[in-house]
């Protein structure tokens, strides 16, 4: 591409763009996306970001199997999905780009910055792999724009591994107009722990792309920013549910490394010392189970993290503390299942275990946040929950909000969310570790070295006085007032609110992370003039309340989730045959009401632009060009 | 530089652990509120408490007809709490200056920084008072003496790794470093910022394999003493004193880990303080021996540390004036 005349640059003004950096893994595309998310946030977009990985540590290069990368949606308004296609995207390879290609993920007219090395590269190998790669794109108006990354990393550094993304991230600074401070800032902080020279190479890496960007393309696109009047934060959901640990006074975070938890613990331990908390990593996820419930059981509060393949291990240790009604908070951050699955992708795969994974009758509260931002303060509900009703709370996230990033209202903090402490006042003389009010379940929790509170505790069917019983009446009692706790919680719940109208002709009904892309499908079939509203749901144990009499006044009721389900029409599969969709699931069983679901489970979240498709296929699927 | 600019430097050397503390200390003042407080009687109180992700979904006055309200301590408990609240106020009212510890000419070195540190254990006494008077276990007669200062050799484990370090002020003829030695441990940090003639390399009786030592004249070079993570001691001290840094993570044995040595053009030959020329040499001595690589022949090694170490040794005369 020859250099551009300056007067010549094309300035498009758009209300947002999707932007994609891929590579392969290892090259540095998620800090380079990292910070220039982190940017336009700052910048006051709304963004939101989603993260390619490879569950591989180190998979083949240049091979398509091996892009790792990020999705940076960004715009005037607030973003509350990853969107449908990408229009610009950074390509460090031609099979990293093509990967892409084949998941549909570009848009039809994207414009591409591809790394130029590889069309001329001395192994003709990698040359015909170029070659063949370009043929398949050709299918599309991709509009590519050839850029010597490699080539002008090295005249900064030695390694171009080390050198190309923050290349690439100046070319972004330039096409986008971002502001050059807050990506220097940002840098500074990334690197905070390393010697000063490796900021220095990184900011002059980021001008360099800047200046090439100058000299040499021809486009430009601004997206404005609302100034707001509120201070805001951006983070990923992991840091806002660790951030939110430590806001609701949680005090040990004992966990074991699983992906896409572990951020959680990272972030964690490098603060939660200072508000006089602890984290402990434990020797495997039963032992990190046993911990927070050791320490909820000595009067400190307490939470577990981890993910599928944890909750499974940590199963019959989150059965003890229901049995013995230990106040514990569990964050799942679900990933694909099952078996070790997808770690490092997006599934909405717990929601069943997570109320049904135990032998007998284990009844404990499910709760699902929609947004990193909910990703904070859910933690201080169910902390909350959890000291009120002895129970075991249970949060569900998934990978999407867990490494996705969102600007939001930075939270006042309040020390009433830190209130009530374990009561560790005197025991009452007589009163027992199990004094149950025979109508809520509710007893008062004893903390052991409370004085007369002494008691041991136990997993086997015990009486008022924790003392093991196999008494017929014993165990039934227990097991009564264990679940009546949940019913009084629902008692306090309110029926979900509905978006769009009251009545109509679809209910789409979501849960946890998918909110937003529904949302915007919805809104779309709305604009059309389809009757269709939709309810996301928070609480999934107990289920809010009301939920029967609003399905009736739907037509259809439908579950959309990133799970699995079979498809109506496939081999053997039939009304008696078909599973369903973990929420339809449960929604069936609670309400009767035959509702419908679409579910997915690509590795990756939802796009408005497949949720509408399917939404439309359900309310006229005799329409043309609509598969149901 | 003037002492008040050093200090000023030494105290940012120790900042992380500084505010490490404070931010502990202001973490238990605000669960002590919480504590005085219980959960809150007001429809306000009780909403907030519930959090945000309830907003919508939780009616707030039907579940707090589940909460405890009498998660309030008991009125006995109540004195001894805010005893130790005041206590940790006071602490939280002297600022930096509870870190800086400035020694009075001819004072004992390793008692005031163990009577400094008391005063700093109070923290953690207030701690301690607030738990036993939760679970009503507080005695009067017992426990009133705990927030009178928690000795050094009494902080947990865990409360060694809150200390925030101390910056002391003192003239040369005091500096006996070697008196702070029981106080280093669990990420203790200690920077003296020393006036007038000092013995030369006294902080090298600190040099263990776990310890990051420092001795600089220039007080920009501190960095790295911030930045380690561990047990560290630093010294601002006077120009022709020797400058050297024992960093731990440089290497196994002693040699790698003196990243930094340079040793005084002159050895001083009368006494400092109750420091005599002796001991001053056995200080540049005892550096030598462990900076220097050994070399397999018994002479002097060929790096140029190795050679200035070998004209130090040459020009050590003990019959001066001391």
Known sequence: MSVADKKSIDFMEVPEHTVEIITNSGEGAQKCAQIFGQTCAKMGNGVWTVEIIPAEIEPPHHTVTSTSGNIIRFGTEKITNWGDQSKLAVAFNDQVLLSRHRLDS??????????????????????????????????????????????????????????????????????????????????????????????????????????????????????????????????????????????????????????????????????????????????????????????????????????????????????????????????????????????????????????????????????????????????????????????????????????????????????????????????????????????????????????????????????????????????????????????????????????????????????????????????????????????????????????????????????????????????????????????????????????????????????????????????????????? | MPSEDRTTIALEAIRPRTELFHSAVATTMEQIRSLLAGTGETPEDQSISLGNFARGHVDVERFSAFTRQSAKVEPSAEQPIRAAQRALDDLLQMGDSLFVLKLTEGAHLGVQVAKRLATIGNAFSAAHVVELAKRGQYREDQHALLLDGLAFADWSQAERALSPGLVIELEGADFVPAQVAPYLDAGMKIVFVVDGDAPAAALSRLVTPGVFIQQTPDESGLDAFTAWQGTAVAALLPQGSATFVHDPSAGETTYERFTTLELPKEVRKRAIGGISAVQQAEDLHLLQTLAVVPSPTGEAASDPAGKLSAWLLSQTNLAGDG
């Open chain 1, 106 to 628: 570009l848009k039809d007219d994207c414009i591409i910055l591809l790394e130029s090395c590889w069309q001329d590269h001395e192994d003709e190998k990698i040359r015909r792999m170029y070659e063949e790669a370009m043929d398949e794109m050709s299918t599309k108006n991709y509009r590519f724009v050839l850029v010597p990354i490699e080539e002008e990393a090295l005249k900064i550094v030695d390694n171009p591994s080390h050198g190309k993304n923050m290349f690439a991230l100046g070319m972004l600074a330039e096409i986008y107009q971002r502001d050059v401070s807050i990506i220097e800032k940002q840098i500074a902080h990334i690197f905070r722990f390393k010697p000063p020279k490796v900021t220095e190479k990184n900011i002059e890496l980021v001008a360099s792309g800047i200046k090439w960007a100058r000299e040499n393309l021809d486009f430009q696109f601004n997206i404005k920013s609302i100034p707001f009047d509120e201070e805001r934060i951006v983070m990923n959901g992991n840091q806002a549910a660790a951030i939110g640990a430590i806001a609701a006074g949680m005090e040990l975070c004992a966990m074991y490394p699983i992906t896409p938890a572990t951020s959680v613990s990272h972030e964690l331990s490098e603060i939660i010392e200072s508000y006089g908390g602890m984290v402990h990593q434990a020797e495997d996820e039963i032992a990190a189970a046993g911990v927070a419930i050791g320490a909820s059981y000595a009067g400190k509060v307490a939470l577990t993290v981890t993910s599928g393949p944890g909750m499974a291990l940590k199963t019959e240790f989150l059965a003890l503390a229901i049995m013995v009604e230990i106040p514990l908070v569990v964050l799942d951050v679900q990933r694909g299942g099952p078996s070790t699955g997808l770690p490092t992708k997006v599934e909405q795969s717990d929601l069943l275990s997570s109320l049904y994974g135990q032998p007998g009758d284990a009844p404990r509260v499910v709760i699902a946040p929609r947004t990193i931002e909910e990703c904070f303060h859910s933690m201080i509900t169910a902390r909350r929950i959890a000291e009120t009703f002895r129970c075991v709370v249970i949060v569900l996230t998934d990978a999407n909000l867990a490494t996705g990033v969102q600007q939001f209202t930075r939270p006042p903090l309040d020390v009433r969310w830190q209130q009530g402490a374990a009561d560790q006042s005197p025991v009452p003389e007589g009163l027992r570790p199990y004094e149950w009010d025979l109508e809520t379940g509710l007893s008062r929790r004893i903390i052991p070295g409370s004085p007369g509170g002494q008691h041991t505790v136990t997993g086997l069917a015990h009486d008022e006085e924790s003392l093991v019983s196999y008494h017929p009446s014993s165990n039934e009692l227990g097991m009564k007032m264990r679940s009546r706790k949940l019913a009084v919680f629902q008692s306090t719940l309110m029926p979900p609110e509905l978006h769009g109208e009251e009545e109509g002709d679809l209910l789409v009904v979501g849960w946890g992370s998918t909110e937003g892309a529904i949302v915007e499908a919805v809104d779309r079939a709305r604009s059309e003039g389809y009757k269709v509203s939709t309810c996301q749901l928070t609480f999934l144990s107990p289920l809010e309340p009301g939920l029967k009499e609003m399905f009736s006044r739907f037509e259809n009721v439908m579950t959309v989730e990133i799970n699995y389900s079979d498809t109506p029409g496939d081999p053997y599969i039939n009304d008696e045959t078909r599973r369903y969709g973990q929420l339809a699931w449960l929604l069936r069983a609670h309400t009767l009401v035959d509702i419908d679901c679409w579910t997915s489970c690509p590795g990756q979240p939802l796009r408005p632009r497949d949720i509408y498709t399917k939404i439309i296929a359900k309310l006229e699927p005799n329409k043309e060009g609509v598969a149901a």
